[in-house]
T-cell receptor, first 112, second 111 residues
Framework: DVKVTQSSRYLVKRTGEKVFLECVQD?????MFWYRQDPGLGLRLIYF???????EKGDIPEGYSVSREKKERFSLILESASTNQTSMYLC???????????FGPGTRLTVT | GENVEQHPSTLSVQEGDSAVIKCTYS??????FPWYKQELGKRPQLIID???NVGEKKDQRIAVTLNKTAKHFSLHITETQPEDSAVYFC??????????WGAGTKLIIKP
């Protein structure tokens, strides 16, 4: 059974702070994804990674960066948090060659 | 690039009735169309998917239909039950590319 975990369920940060969101999966999946979920906008892809140390920009990468130093861990970094980055952040993983994405529980980030 | 539109944004049906959610996509090269269900406070989970070489797929009370010519696909839920209340997302992708998601449909089952 695939398990994807995220470091925090709820997070409150101040404008300008550096924020780290971490995602860990235990099924040796090569592919990992970071999305943000906003009402009426669905899931928008921020960054994804096909393998260790590889990263690709998604649809809305501005203001974000990522790190994938180990296969099981994919980190999302907000270099200088802004109020428009208040959102639900979802991590997902997928095995190469398969279709299903497995999601983490999400981190609700509030930037004040 | 690919764009996926999903309708309606909210759907309210009487328990026991059927529910239909529709999505249209823009890229004719898209060949994989999944549906995810997200219950309140929980993570999205895949409930059914279809590939472009198939016109319909069914799994108990849920089914997905695909019309490649019109570039739209639909989720059908029959005999709706309270546990079907959730937000449903459609998505589309080309082979092993990232998914492009619809905006979601909030399905409300009235007792």
């Amino acid at each position: 059974d695939v398990k994807v975990t995220q470091s925090s369920r709820y997070l409150v940060k101040r404008t300008g702070e550096k924020v780290f969101l971490e995602c860990v999966q235990d099924m040796d999946h090569e592919n990992m994804f970071w999305y943000r979920q906003d009402p009426g906008l669905g899931l928008r892809l921020i960054y994804f990674s096909y393998d260790v140390k590889m990263k690709e920009k998604g649809d809305i990468p501005e203001g974000y960066s990522v790190s994938r130093e180990k296969k099981e861990r994919f980190s999302l970094i907000l270099e200088s948090a802004s109020t428009n980055q208040t959102s639900m952040y979802l991590c997902a993983s997928r095995q190469t060659g398969e279709d299903e994405q497995y999601f983490g529980p999400g981190t609700r980030l509030t930037v004040t | 690039g690919e764009n996926v539109e999903q309708h309606p944004s909210t759907l309210s049906v009487q328990e026991g009735d059927s529910a239909v959610i529709k999505c249209t996509y823009s890229d004719s090269a898209s060949n994989y169309f999944p549906w995810y269900k997200q219950e309140l406070g929980k993570r999205p989970q895949l409930i059914i998917d279809i590939r472009s070489n198939v016109g319909e797929k069914k799994d108990q009370r849920i089914a997905v239909t695909l019309n490649k010519t019109a570039k739209h696909f639909s989720l059908h839920i029959t005999e709706t039950q309270p546990e079907d209340s959730a937000v449903y997302f459609c998505a589309a992708s080309k082979s092993n590319y990232q998914l492009i998601w619809g905006a979601g449909t909030k399905l409300i089952i009235k007792p």
